[in-house]
């Protein structure tokens, strides 16, 4: 077994050019793949960051690609379905810019995403490339070993692969939904085997909840050795982590004693982070003119040495090409500027936002309501001041116009808050653990009060 692993590692480290001495090695002239759909033109020609990952050798991207939000169209039948053409000219501008990991799951984009990853990197040669994804049975009561069998190969058929490079156990928070799904089945000795074989080079976990919980999954490293730990790590999330969510600094602390590498997830809390307050904007563009709002939050997750890759949903290829310029090199915060990044994450916690990711986990609403919209769009009006309490504050009146007429524009009147009934069904799905009723109620109460004030 390390023979083979270590054969397939070293083919994949030596497609490049060369393999950085340190954790923060810059490497030019990485190894780049065209295909018909890409065109030299749109080669930026930069050096990507690259990090090696201690266990295996891999030489990874420091900007690793999430799947779970590529472009969607309406087909023939008026059903949201991946855009494949678009999907196919991303990976190959990422490929061709250095990024080669790309993270999937069966359960993003409605069970779309896994497919379509599949055939855009399928184009491209399988060294050139790592694929991460996960065995995603938390969405149902079905926890047995053989739906879990089904599930990873269904990923292998996906992906047209023979192995995977991360494989996860998706979304744990704790002991007791590790051996409800993967303990007490025999699940988890399966995937074991797997990794023996070859077939799974790095099995590991990502982890939502709180601190207890994440001690408990940790204290099972000497028993299963976790290859790697995929982590909400950001730098709101740093300190200021919502609800029951844990401290990444005491997530990221804890895996380097142990040398275990991490995968940052969420690095812009769903986008947040690229959509600030007006204030906060100004802050961060005042500091630094000619770079996004968004690069702050991903230098600030590349910055921790012991991060391997970051994620990024990006849906558009203005997205990739910011990120690109972030990370092709990345420049490390320094000490100055993460403690001003650290006052703006002071700054940030005093707004009511509420800690929705648009991860979808809660679709569908079995009553047609578009939850990540109501709740985002919200969010969108905290950040722009339009969401005022007082009758008596200034722009009240026009704030008011702002919100009901964007709300009715971005939601549809049958999938709107008012049709919540409480049933419930979407919080146990929630990685953030929103009280999603709750919050849809409040909403829906404060359109309701706007309405009247009319």
């Not at 083919?11 to 890409?38: E, M, N, Q, W």
């Not at 030489?59 to 309406?74: A, E, F, N």
């Not at 950001?234 to 844990?246: F, G, L, R, V």
Request: aromatic share 10%; with cysteine; hydrophobic share 30%.
């Amino acid at each position: 077994m390390k023979e083979n692993i270590d054969r397939r590692g070293f083919l994949k480290v030596t497609g490049y050019t060369a393999i950085a001495a340190g954790v923060f090695g810059t490497l030019s002239g990485c190894r780049r793949h065209t295909s018909p759909d890409y065109t030299e033109q749109e080669q930026d020609n930069r050096e990507m960051t690259y990090r090696i990952n201690p266990n295996s050798g891999d030489k990874v991207s420091i900007l690793g690609y999430g799947c779970m939000r590529w472009p969607m169209i309406k087909d023939e039948y008026g059903k949201d379905v991946v855009d494949q053409e678009a999907v196919n000219r991303l990976v190959d501008h990422a490929l061709a810019n250095g990024v080669n990991y790309f993270d999937s799951a069966p359960v993003y984009l409605q069970g779309q995403s896994e497919a379509a990853t599949g055939k855009a990197l399928s184009r491209h040669p399988r060294e050139s490339y790592f694929v991460a994804t996960k065995l995603s049975n938390h969405r149902g009561p079905e926890h047995s070993k053989e739906e879990g069998i089904r599930m990873y190969k269904n990923s292998l058929k996906a992906f047209q692969t023979d192995y995977i490079d991360y494989y996860l156990l998706h979304n744990l928070g704790g002991i007791d939904a590790f051996n409800k799904r993967f303990g007490d089945n025999g699940l988890i000795d399966f995937l074991l085997e797997e990794r023996k074989a070859g077939r799974i080079r790095n099995l590991g976990f990502s982890f939502h909840g709180n601190r207890q919980g994440f001690d408990q999954l940790i204290s099972l490293h000497e028993k299963y050795h976790w290859d790697f730990v995929q982590i909400q790590l950001n730098y709101m999330d740093w300190k200021h982590p919502s609800n029951w969510n844990t401290e990444a600094e005491y997530l990221q602390a804890e895996l380097d004693k142990r040398e275990i590498p991490s995968i940052v997830m969420e690095p812009l809390l769903g986008g947040r982070l690229a959509k600030v307050p007006d204030h906060i904007a100004d802050r961060l563009k005042e500091k630094a003119p000619q770079s996004s709002v968004a690069s702050w939050a991903f230098r600030f997750a590349g910055t921790q040495k012991g991060v391997l890759c970051v994620l990024s949903g990006m849906t558009y290829k203005e997205h990739l090409d910011d990120n690109l310029k972030t990370y092709s090199p990345l420049k490390p915060l320094d000490q100055e500027e993460m403690s001003f990044l650290e006052e703006t994450a002071d700054l940030m916690s005093k707004y009511p936002t509420i800690p929705c990711n648009d991860c979808k986990y809660c679709m569908p609403c079995p009553y047609g309501i578009d939850i990540p919209a109501i709740l985002l769009h919200y969010n969108k009006c905290v950040n722009e001041g339009n969401v005022k309490q007082d009758t008596r504050s200034e722009n009240y009146r026009k704030s008011r116009r702002a919100y009901l007429v964007s709300y009715d524009r971005a939601i549809p009147k049958l999938r709107q808050a008012d049709r919540c009934i409480g049933c419930g069904q979407c919080t146990e799905h929630c990685p953030q653990s929103i009280d999603i009723p709750k919050q849809l109620h409040k909403i829906d109460k404060y359109i309701e009060e706007l309405k009247r004030n009319m």
